[in-house]
């Protein structure tokens, strides 16, 4: 088995010993299945190992290896994915009891780019029950940040933050609708970019919300991010949202292009929708920037009620998603009521109301892309408080305030969380950074600039 130390390890650091024959792929394959077996149990982070897949996939990367071949910064680098993403041969559960047994031939097209680039598949993690709900709705059991085990690792990439958090996985795909990357990156400490709309493909994955579901990654670090990211994005005629747009990153020069540019911040009311630890730390962060370059001030978004626009055409989408599941009498078979009362609502939308929505976000469209002309960057905490225990109700987790969080999701933008300090029991504050639309460069060097400076994405928790 491998040393402790290389768990930790960013994904750059293990392909370099890959790539020098320092480390050998089936070794590491087998050092983090064996390291699952024992923490998982403790974590509930994943739902599935497939260790088969695991070993052929690692034996080809060390035969490759051996040869002198390299296919890139992924080559024997161990991943898994959320329990949505579709891959023959194992069951593909959603989180939900309904689907427990569920099986697709469709192999999602991030996992086979991901083969093609060398990279070995773990396993797939635990989930919210239908990508929604609090700790205790899924049906593996609430998964664990491991920073602290009596809380939770947060939703709905729960498994896919926790995994990476713990180790069990240099990275880690997850999916966001309205923060379920940026909330499990913050919980568990790590680093999660959520792309622009269309920049991953989501083919052979569950749709929850067709007009705002985005495929994303959690991983150590921003420059793990984007080695990742420029694998998986581009066009992919199985899912006609997919764009084909240039990414170009250039992480050495990061802090320079950071000096020098507007960022603003919506200043969010902590004392009643959050922490002020929380506050606290994002206040150090916002200082950090300034440090190196930026211009931080205060913005002020656009007047609209963001939270309301997007729980209506959530809730519309994903009762068309789910329809079948109403129609076959199972929705008695999911753990969260208020969840079962937001698929059945979701069907009494009319469709004045669903286009209406729609219309505001056009609308929102335009007057963010002139926000953008003034700022750079925005900024903010990616969560309002730390990870709450597991037995929290979603009303506790998210009495609201978050508006930003609401109209990112809303617009596609692309965000960044990054782990900026602790509060006084010791769990993790996040730190997002949010671009315009297909700026994923600006927001990946921008996080790089200040984790360049900083050591909070270098903690390890205490397993």
Known sequence: MIGEDVFFLSVSEISRLIK???????????????RIERLNPKLHAFVTVTEDVAIRQAERAEKEQQAGLFRGPLHGIPYAVKDLFSFPGYPTTWGARPFQDQMFEKTATVIQRLEVAGAVLIGKCSMSEL???PPTATATGACRTPWNLEHWSGGSSSGSGAAVAAGLVPFALGTETWGSIMTPSSFCGVTGLRPTFGRISRSGVMSLSWSMDKVGIISRSAA???????????LDPDDDATVKMPFRVTLTKARERLAGWHVGFVREDYSQW?????????????EILK???????EVQLPAYDYEAIASTIIASEEASAFEPLVRDGKIDEIIDPDRRGEIL????????DYLRCQRLRKKMAFDFKELFKRYDLLIGSSTLQTAPPVSATMNEIFPGGNYLEAAENLLGLPGISIPCGFDSAKLPIGFKIIGRTFAESDIIEAAHAYQRVT???EKVPPL
């Open 20 to 34: 020098r024959k320092k480390l050998s792929p089936l070794r590491l394959a087998e050092s983090y299945l064996s």
């Open 131 to 133: 990508a929604g709900g």
């Open 224 to 234: 793990d991010c984007a080695a990742i990211f420029d694998i998986l994005q581009g």
């Open 274 to 286: 959050g922490s002020r630890e929380v506050e606290g730390a994002f206040k150090q962060a916002a």
């Open 291 to 297: 440090s190196l370059g930026a211009h931080v001030e």
């Open 345 to 352: 609502g979701g069907q009494l939308i009319t469709a004045v």
């Open 455 to 457: 050591r909070w994405h």
